[in-house]
């Protein structure tokens, strides 16, 4: 039998983030690039997923902490939708993939991993990206790193957000 090892996925699956202070609303205290922030705005910013579904796999979380859309302003709503418009743009330039997963997991039971905090991924897609190990195994094969990622993205959304104020 052959074996992937996927060693980072090791603090996820253990529980590492259940309880104490929020994912989401800690991220920011820290340096962009080892928090894997790709943009800062003044309501929403972008975060790599550190558990990804494929390369590329970002999120577009409220600022605030809220955890459901009617929870955040017209303001917030607009940012992250804004935002998450300039990722796709991104993500198709830079990956080319053939489709784009966008959506939100609104509550524990709907599939949300970090629940209180409102948060909205792209997820880029190619045809027959979902196979055997998907599948059958459980596993993602993902050809690059979280910080390979962030280096090949980092660039490109500072060009894309350049003259936005934060």
């Known amino acids: 039998m052959e074996r992937i090892y996927t060693p980072w996925r090791l603090a996820y699956l253990s529980g590492a983030g259940?309880?104490?202070?929020?994912?989401?609303?800690?991220?920011?205290?820290h340096a962009d690039e080892d928090a894997l922030i790709?943009?800062?705005?003044?309501?929403?910013?972008?975060?790599?997923?550190?558990?990804?579904?494929?390369?590329?796999?970002?999120?577009?979380?409220?600022?605030?902490?809220?955890?459901?859309?009617?929870?955040?302003?017209?303001?917030?709503?607009?940012?992250?939708?804004?935002?998450?418009?300039?990722?796709?743009?991104?993500?198709?330039?830079?990956?080319?993939?053939?489709?784009?997963?966008?959506?939100?997991?609104?509550?524990?039971?709907?599939?949300?991993?970090?629940?209180?905090?409102?948060h909205l991924h792209l997820v880029p897609r190619w045809s027959g990206d979902t196979n055997f190990a998907t599948v059958i195994g459980d596993t993602r094969i993902i050809p690059e790193t979280p910080d390979q990622t962030f280096a090949r993205l980092a660039p490109l959304f500072a060009e894309a957000f350049a003259g936005d104020a934060p």
């Not at 259940?18 to 205290?29: D, H, M, R, S, V």
């Open 18 to 29: 259940q309880g104490g202070e929020c994912l989401f609303c800690a991220a920011p205290a």
């Open 38 to 118: 790709l943009h800062r705005g003044e309501a929403a910013y972008v975060i790599l997923n550190l558990y990804p579904y494929s390369s590329g796999h970002l999120m577009v979380v409220p600022v605030r902490h809220v955890a459901r859309l009617a929870q955040a302003t017209p303001a917030e709503r607009g940012e992250i939708m804004e935002t998450a418009a300039r990722a796709e743009a991104i993500l198709q330039d830079c990956y080319k993939p053939d489709g784009l997963n966008v959506g939100m997991n609104l509550g524990r039971a709907a599939g949300a991993g970090v629940a209180g905090h409102l």
